[in-house]
């Protein structure tokens, strides 16, 4: 299909005659004064004027010398007779998207931005505090000492356990589904069109018709299964604590077995945590803690005095710890 060419407009800027035709009229018929190429606009609607068996032989080429418009095939300038072999096209007319919703994209960049410098800023603030720069000095003693061991105890036993249909185990027994939404899915929901105009450059613009897909989300079903296995699963653990400097491990019973069956317990990972509370020297309330091993931990006795960092959010450096002097 051929494309209809409309007259793009212009205004006199010396008698002010406005609606001026860009192909037809390359000199105000009111003054006699030449096309000026950055004065071309769209018409509303109601103003447009095809242009009658238009060939389009490419942009318009600006007189360097007056400023005039002058078709591209031109040697000589209509308005002042100067060599057009070296000038340069006009610059297209943008139009003005009026009325119309920015689209979706872009204002998530833009707002996104200051979004990835504010955080930029706090993790170069949070690393410079890593680096000490944001810690006080200050004075404590030690005020107590706790310390806790832990032993985690399995038991094998039937459980119930969710999981979608393609994930439950071949194990599985008593599995019952039932359908949920599992995720969405995007699918093309018609298009979304508008008429754009495009500036062609020698005085006259075309229009095109834009359109983008839409899409709309729908939600893809699958099986949701509750099913019930036998499995190791942690139970109530082993622990031992006290506020001395005489560790003991936990005490209790857990029934091993030699064949794998309900009811079956055994012994997980053991954790130790051996605690130093430490009093500022200046503000009796605050108290600071500390975990080492237990040899260090013990060393550590009631009353003695220690300089230490503390960070400005309050929290004790431990590694920072020194006897004072
Ligand atoms: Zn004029
Ligand atoms: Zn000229």
């Known amino acids: 299909m051929e494309e209809i060419h409309y007259e793009m407009l212009w205004d006199c800027q010396y008698c002010g005659t406005e609606k001026l035709l860009g192909v ?32 389009y032989i490419g942009a318009d080429k600006r007189c360097s010398a007056c400023d005039a418009p002058n078709a591209a095939v031109t040697k000589h300038c209509i308005n002042c007779g100067n060599n057009m072999d070296d000038e340069n096209s006009v610059d297209l007319v943008e139009e003005k998207k009026k009325n ?3 689209p979706a994209p ?18 170069l603030g949070v690393l410079l505090c890593i680096g000490g720069s944001c810690t006080k000095d200050a004075a404590m003693q030690v005020q107590s ?17 969710k999981a979608w249909k393609d994930k439950v185990p071949y194990k599985a027994e008593s599995v019952s589904c039932r359908e949920k939404e599992r995720s969405t899915e995007k699918i093309p929901d018609g298009k979304d069109c508008k008429t754009v105009k495009k500036d062609k450059g020698d005085g006259s613009f075309v ?3 834009e359109c ?3 899409y709309k989300e729908i939600p893809v079903m699958d099986q949701y299964c509750t099913y019930k296995i036998e499995k190791w699963k942690d139970i109530r653990p082993l622990i031992s ?35 130093v509370h ?16 237990q040899d260090i931990w013990k060393k550590y006795e009631v009353g003695i005095q220690y300089d230490a960092q503390v960070s400005l959010l309050g929290s004790l450096d431990c590694d920072t710890i020194k006897r004072k002097q």
Not at 145 to 161: D, F, G, L, N, P
Request: glycine share 6%; with cysteine; hydrophobic share 25%.
């Open 278 to 293: 430490f009093q500022d020297s200046t503000e009796s309330s605050t108290v600071y803690t500390c975990d080492f091993s």
């Open 207 to 209: 229009e095109k018709e």
């Open 145 to 161: 000492h706790s310390w806790e061991q832990k032993i985690a105890v399995k038991e094998y036993a039937r459980v119930q356990e």
């Open 106 to 123: 872009e204002p998530k960049k833009s707002n996104s931005l200051p979004k990835i410098i504010l955080g930029v800023v706090i993790l």
């Open 24 to 55: 037809s009229q390359r000199f105000c018929p009111g003054c006699g004064s030449a096309q000026d190429p950055d004065s071309r606009y769209f018409p509303e609607d109601e103003d447009k004027v095809a242009v009658a068996d238009h060939k």
């Open 100 to 102: 119309e919703p920015v």
């Open 212 to 214: 983008k897909t839409r």
């Open 241 to 275: 604590s006290g506020k001395d400097l005489s560790p003991y491990p936990p005490k209790g019973n857990v029934e091993t077995c030699t064949i794998t069956r309900i009811g079956c317990q055994k012994k997980g990972t053991k954790t130790e945590t051996y605690t």
